[in-house]
């Protein structure tokens, strides 16, 4: 099936957290409405737009005329592109733009972008004359089933990433999926490891729907707004039940671990994009649970198999010049150690006891996951 690219009506998904409930609107065509959407929320309030220089030139003038329109005074601060921007540096000047554009507290910033400017601008708006409102638009698939949703804002710290941030609930999400035809298959399939991570974090049939159509998803139409809001839903019941990340929030870190540590060891380089270091995360998690004696090792391969098929790498040995640096497991488990996830030196991974059920598993023990890092290293 390939669905026709037309406007349909708009998906909303609600995340409700009492006061700090908001609407994720999923839909093609829906950035148009965005003006009379904030207008509603925040009557008069004035709207300082971050985005970055690959965003401004496709969407920033769409984004400006329907806040116009909706009688919305706007001022723009565009950023670097790229994961460079989510620094020191980039927050400091993200909120000095801010304050000299006289963002006030009945203000709001909107975050026009991926997760990098969505990471930042939230966290900006968080701190911001210790907090403003801010609304979510993002525009890659990675923002729009993962980042933008559920309040989790900040920067890279040169020792690690996201290591300095915010919980922050946006006011409201627009996820116009028409957006995500500017970009890049690459982009846009580093964006579909965590889609396929709703599907082996909580969700077999959903999984099994994605084995089918993931084609028709990249093609764009109905199958891609089904697959978008199915993955907002999966994230917003989640946050709904742990919105700090007590407990099962965590399961949203599948693959992470290891992507994390992926990431760091290619310099948060374009070598390797977030969603590519998932897609091999998930399948070291995978391999590893197999290993573990938790799944079969045929649910393993299953995952392998779909992202491979969905044109992601799922082997070290997929990212360029890696093999030739001669990383090794030594290297990996002290960037590991960076994670957010570790507990006084001690590892949690979130592995599988089912393909569709992922669990928190604490206190792994380092030796045995570096033994596996390094059988999968030397290629097995
Ligand atoms: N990206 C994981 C989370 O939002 O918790």
């Known amino acids: 099936m390939t669905a026709p690219l037309k406007n349909t009506d708009p998906v909303t998904v609600e995340v409700a957290l009492g006061e700090r409930a908001y609407d994720i609107v999923i839909g093609r065509g829906v950035l148009a409405s965005l003006g009379a959407r904030v207008a509603a929320l925040r009557p008069g309030a004035r709207a300082a737009i971050v985005t970055d220089e690959y965003v401004a030139t496709h969407w920033l003038r769409k984004t400006e005329a329907s806040l116009l329109d909706a009688g919305i005074a706007t001022s723009r601060i565009v950023v670097d592109e790229g994961e460079v921007s989510k620094s020191w540096e980039g927050i400091e000047y993200v909120c000095e733009q801010l304050i000299a554009a006289k963002v006030e507290r009945n203000d709001l910033v909107i975050a026009l972008g991926g997760g990098v400017v969505g990471d ?3 966290f900006a708006a968080a701190i ?3 907090g403003v409102d801010f609304v979510q638009v993002p525009t890659s698939l990675l923002a729009q089933v993962d980042s933008s949703v559920g309040g989790k804002t900040g920067i890279n710290s040169p020792q690690g990433k996201n290591l300095v941030g915010a919980f922050h609930q ?8 028409a957006v995500l035809d500017t970009l890049s298959q690459r982009q846009f399939r580093a964006g579909y490891a965590e889609v396929a991570k709703y599907g082996v974090l909580g969700d077999e049939a959903f999984f099994a729907w994605l084995e089918v159509n993931h ?3 990249l093609a764009g139409g109905a199958a891609r707004e089904h697959a978008i809001a199915t993955s907002c839903r999966a994230k917003a019941a989640i946050v709904m039940r742990d919105e700090r990340e007590n407990g ?31 897609a091999i995360g998930m399948v070291l998690a995978a391999e590893f649970s197999a290993e573990l004696g938790m799944i079969a090792e045929a649910d393993a391969a299953r995952v392998k198999r779909h992202l491979a098929a969905a044109g992601l790498p799922t082997r070290l040995q997929d990212i360029a010049g890696f093999s030739q640096e001669r990383i090794g497991a030594d290297a990996l488990m002290e960037l590991m150690a960076q994670d957010k996830k570790v507990r006084r030196g001690r590892l949690t991974f979130i592995l599988l006891k089912a393909l569709g059920q992922a669990v928190i598993v604490p206190e792994v023990e380092p030796l045995r996951v570096r033994e596996f890092l390094a059988r999968k290293l030397a290629g097995a």
């Not at 946006?170 to 999926?177: E, Q, R």
């Open 120 to 122: 930042l601008a939230g």
């Open 128 to 130: 911001l004359r210790r």
């Open 248 to 278: 099962e929030r965590a399961l949203l870190n599948l693959g992470h671990t290891f992507g994390h540590a992926l990431e760091a060891a290619t310099g948060f380089s374009d070598r390797l994009y977030h969603g590519e270091g998932v």
């Open 215 to 217: 084609a028709d998803i």
């Open 170 to 177: 946006p006011l409201l999400v627009v996820a116009d999926t």
